[in-house]
């Protein structure tokens, strides 16, 4: 099985309150978990950034319906490419919501459109998402 990967960008129409939050998450875990896709997704203010992992065909297939969601506009692939080993392996998603660790410590600036990402080091962005993935496994407060 090929695994690939993808970090993508997008801006959503209107901030979204807890309970969409959680809706949202419980979706992405039930349909990661059918198309063995592990990722991590950062929501920032309308700001998603989302990294997903997991074989060529699932992945194509969910980034495609994502792409078409409503919810959001200016989807832009970041990154994509071959991947040896899962880095998110056993998260089938997980959520932060403005962790300790945003967006604007990152790039230095504040964030609020896709095209702000456009001189990122994608390396960058996927280094911001896997710490914090490790804020969440320290802090079970977030959204798990």
């Given amino acids: 099985m090929q695994l690939r990967y993808v970090l993508y960008a997008s801006h959503l129409h209107q901030v979204m309150g807890l309970i969409e939050l959680r809706n949202l998450l ?30 060529q065909e699932k992945l194509g ?27 998110f392996d056993g998260w089938k ?4 919501e403005s962790a300790a660790v945003s967006l604007t410590d990152l790039l230095g600036s504040e964030c609020q459109l896709v095209r702000d990402f456009a001189d990122t080091n994608p390396t960058d962005l996927i280094s911001f998402l896997s710490a914090n993935a490790s804020l969440l496994r320290e802090r079970p407060r977030l959204l798990s």
Avoid: C, K, W
């Fill in 26 to 55: 419980s979706q992405s875990q039930s349909n990661n978990a059918r198309d063995n896709l592990s990722g991590f997704l950062h929501i920032e203010d309308q700001i998603v950034l989302q990294y997903l992992e997991g074989p």
């Fill in 93 to 96: 998603m997980a959520l932060v």
């Fill in 61 to 87: 297939a969910t980034l495609a319906r994502i792409s078409e969601d409503d919810r959001h506009d200016q989807f832009r692939i970041l990154a994509e490419g071959p991947l040896e080993r899962r880095y």
